[in-house]
C-alpha cells in the first residue's frame, strides 16, 4: 500500500461521468383491455428497430465517448424501459473494465430513484393533464383559434376532432398523430401534433410539476459532481445511462435548462423552443468533468443539441459560485 499522498494524487483528474435520460422507445397504444387489465404496452416493431438505431448512432455521436472505463445502464420498473436499455445496448456494443446492464452504482443512494417519475411515487396527476389538455382549447387557451382554423381548411368538424384529441390525452398522447392523420394531410397532422404535445407539456408542467421531477435527478447530479468526480481515479470515464418516461425529462428541461441570449440565459418557455416535447428516445445528456487542474465543468445537451444551465443551478454544481 502507498502513502495516503501518493492514492490522492491520482483521483480528481481527467475525470469524465456521462449522464444520459434517455425516454424509452415507441410503445403500443394503450388499450381499454390494458387499462383493466393494468398491462403495461409492450414495445413495437418500429421502436425496437429504432431503440437499436439510437445505440448505434447517439451512443457514438460527437458527445459521448468511444471508450468508457465503466458503464451502467438501466430503467424503471416499467419492462418496456428495461426493454429499450437491451435494445440499445445491443445496438451500441459498448464494452468496458466495468458493465452493468440493470444495475447502477451507488444503489439505493440515488440513481434508482432518479429515474422514477416522481418522489411521492406517482407517475404523473392524470386529472391534471386531463385539466390541461382541456385547458389548451379553450378561448384563448393556445390552440382554439388555430385548430378551428385548419378544420374550416380541411371540411372538419371541429368539435369532433377536438374531442377526439381530448380523449386521447387523457389516455395516450402518443396516438395523436395517427389521430390527426385522419383528419389533415400528413405533414399538418404530424406540425399540429407536435404542437399540442409541447402545448399540452407547457401547460402542465407548471412551477409545482418541475420541483416534483426535478428533485431526485438534482440531487442524484449534485452528488456526482460534488462527491463522484473529485474521488474518481485519474484519467478514468464512466457512462450512466438511465431508460425513463417522457414527464421525468420534460420537468429536467423546464427545471434546469436555458438557453443563451447575449449575456444572459433565459429559462426555456416553451418546448417548441427546443424542438417539441420529448418523444420516443429523447434524450438529455449532462457531462460532467474534471480536467487536469481540478476544474469542474457540467454540460448539458437535449437531443445533441447544447443548452445552458439556469443560473440557479450554478450554485448547486458550483458552490463558491455568485449569482
Keep these: 500500500m502507498g502513502h495516503p499522498e501518493a492514492k490522492e494524487s491520482v483521483r480528481g483528474t481527467n475525470v469524465l461521468i456521462d449522464v444520459i435520460f434517455v425516454r424509452h422507445a415507441e410503445r403500443e397504444p394503450v388499450t381499454p383491455e390494458m387499462i383493466a387489465e393494468r398491462r403495461s404496452p409492450a414495445l413495437t416493431a418500429q421502436g425496437m428497430g429504432r431503440a437499436r438505431e439510437w445505440g448505434r448512432s447517439v451512443l457514438h455521436s460527437n458527445h459521448v465517448e468511444s471508450h468508457y472505463d ?31 446492464t440493470g444495475q447502477v452504482p451507488e444503489k439505493g443512494q440515488g440513481f434508482d430513484n432518479t429515474l422514477r417519475l416522481r418522489p411521492d411515487g406517482k407517475q404523473w396527476n392524470n386529472q391534471k393533464i386531463i385539466a390541461a389538455g382541456e ?4 378561448e384563448g387557451g393556445g390552440l382554439s383559434s ?33 389521430l390527426l392523420e385522419r383528419h389533415f394531410p400528413p405533414q399538418t397532422a404530424k406540425d399540429m401534433a407536435l404542437k399540442i404535445a409541447s402545448t399540452l407539456y407547457d401547460t402542465f408542467i407548471d412551477p409545482e410539476e418541475v420541483r416534483l421531477y426535478i428533485q431526485n435527478p438534482l440531487e442524484y447530479l449534485k452528488r456526482l459532481v460534488l462527491g463522484t468526480l473529485p474521488n474518481q481515479i485519474s484519467n478514468t470515464s464512466t457512462l450512466i445511462m438511465g431508460v425513463t418516461h417522457d414527464f421525468n425529462i420534460a ?35 449532462f457531462k460532467l468533468k474534471r480536467d487536469e487542474k481540478g476544474n469542474t465543468t457540467v454540460d448539458v445537451y437535449y437531443n445533441g443539441v447544447k443548452y445552458e444551465l439556469l443560473p440557479e443551478m450554478l450554485p448547486i454544481f458550483f458552490p463558491s459560485h455568485e449569482q
Excluded: W
Design 251 to 285: 420537468g429536467i428541461i423546464k427545471g434546469m435548462l436555458g438557453k443563451r441570449n447575449g449575456d444572459t440565459v433565459e429559462p426555456i418557455q416553451s418546448f417548441m423552443d427546443v424542438g417539441g416535447a420529448p418523444d420516443y428516445l429523447s434524450y438529455l445528456h
Design 135 to 138: 385547458k389548451i382549447f379553450q
Design 70 to 100: 465503466r458503464i451502467f445502464f438501466t430503467g424503471t420498473s416499467i419492462p418496456r424501459t428495461h426493454h429499450t436499455v437491451q435494445l440499445i445496448d445491443e445496438g451500441a456494443s459498448l464494452t468496458a473494465k466495468v458493465k452493468k
Design 146 to 178: 388555430e385548430m378551428s382554423a385548419l378544420c374550416n381548411q380541411y371540411g372538419q368538424d371541429y368539435k369532433a376532432v377536438v374531442a377526439a384529441i381530448q380523449k386521447a390525452i387523457a389516455t395516450d398522447n402518443s396516438v395523436l398523430p395517427a
